[in-house]
């Protein structure tokens, strides 16, 4: 029977260890085009959040079922989020080649899938840093291919979401916490669109632009 989380709950969450630990990719979500401020100069930039579950590291969380709330162990996670981009000097091709342990070649960039990601392992190296807010979070540095022989759990615990900004309020939006649907709704598509989108699937090139499955 699943499992929901309580949005409600007040628990303290801790931070994952730094350092190297294995990664599950269980979430892909395309945010759309973004605000951002770089330097003080405002800029709107396409986005996507990849979110990687710690079968290493659990932390206790407060889940619902049939109105009774229990506690249960799960792994932890730590999410990165990238500009929708492979472009020769893009983060994310950068941290996708770190991960491959291999660069792209001239046909996955003129079309790479990252629907193909989800449930795959990485070697994650993880940071503790702080926010201008004061506040204590943990990052994503790095990911890598796992070392030779080193094995990663079957599946996912978490179950796999993947979101496309074209789908709106549709497909596994509604599966997704408040706070990262209202982050989806800021997006340039729901502002110019009234939630339906007019841009394209989760798929690359080497400008950044997106390609039809």
């Not at 605000?35 to 932390?59: A, C, G, H, M, Y």
């Not at 981009?85 to 991960?99: H, I």
């Not at 004061?134 to 079957?154: D, E, V």
């Amino acid at each position: 029977m699943a499992l929901t989380i309580s949005e409600s709950q007040k628990m303290e969450r801790k931070l994952p260890e730094a350092g190297a630990t294995v990664g599950m990719l269980y979430s892909l979500v395309d945010l759309g085009t973004q605000k951002t401020n770089w330097d003080n100069e405002e800029k709107w930039s396409p986005k996507v959040r990849l979110t990687f579950e710690l079968p290493d590291q659990t932390d206790e969380f407060e889940v619902v079922e049939n109105g009774k709330t229990t506690k249960v162990s799960k792994p932890m996670v730590v999410s990165i989020e990238q500009t929708r981009s492979l472009g020769e000097k893009a983060s994310l091709r950068k941290l996708l080649e770190q991960w491959r342990g291999q660069t792209f070649t001239s046909a996955e960039l003129k079309a790479f899938s990252l629907r193909n990601l989800l449930g795959k392992p990485a070697m994650l190296t993880l940071i503790h840093k702080t926010s201008q807010q004061g506040r204590q979070y943990c990052a994503i540095a790095g990911a890598s291919k796992l070392p030779k022989g080193m094995k990663a759990p079957a599946n996912t615990t978490n179950a796999q979401m993947y979101y496309e900004i074209e789908q709106g309020e549709g497909g596994q939006f509604s599966e997704m916490p408040e706070w990262l649907q209202d982050k989806i709704r800021a997006s340039k598509e729901f502002a110019t669109a009234a939630g339906k989108s007019t841009a394209t699937k989760v798929e690359l090139d080497a400008d950044g632009n997106a390609m039809p499955f």
